[in-house]
Nanobody
Framework: QVQLVESGGGLVQPGGSLRLSCAAS????????MGWYRQARGNQRELVAA???????NYADSVKGRFTVSRDNAKNTVYLQMNSLKPEDTAVYYC???????????????WGQGTLVTVSS
């Protein structure tokens, strides 16, 4: 079984920074893409940023230039560095791993439990 464990959320003032981490555990051979989604109250879940195993990244327009996604393939960990945070970035942030190959099964998608980021003065 594959699990994603997130950390790093919390309360930050506008203009501040936070770094989210997400570590995948289990008998993992490979993970194609890892990334972050977010869901604000009353809104649908949306892609924030993703990175594939080759390092190619994809960002939502609303976070380009402020957020940076990175990963450590050896540790099966993905990070999201968030700078110049705005109140509209307030949401629950979910880690996602796509096309996860393990010793026994192949998972199309795995989700973390979510971590709350609140941007407020």
């Amino acid at each position: 079984q594959v699990q994603l464990v997130e950390s790093g959320g919390g309360l930050v003032q506008p203009g501040g920074s936070l770094r989210l981490s997400c570590a995948a555990s289990g008998s993992i051979f490979s993970i194609n893409a890892m990334g972050w989604y977010r869901q604000a109250r009353g809104n649908q879940r949306e892609l924030v940023a993703a990175i594939n195993s080759g390092g190619t990244t994809n960002y939502a327009d609303s976070v380009k230039g402020r957020f940076t996604v990175s990963r450590d393939n050896a540790k099966n960990t993905v990070y999201l560095q968030m700078n110049s945070l705005k109140p509209e970035d307030t949401a629950v942030y979910y880690c996602n791993a796509a096309d996860v190959v393990t010793g026994g099964l192949r998972y199309l998608e795995v989700w973390g439990q979510g971590t709350l980021v609140t941007v407020s003065s």
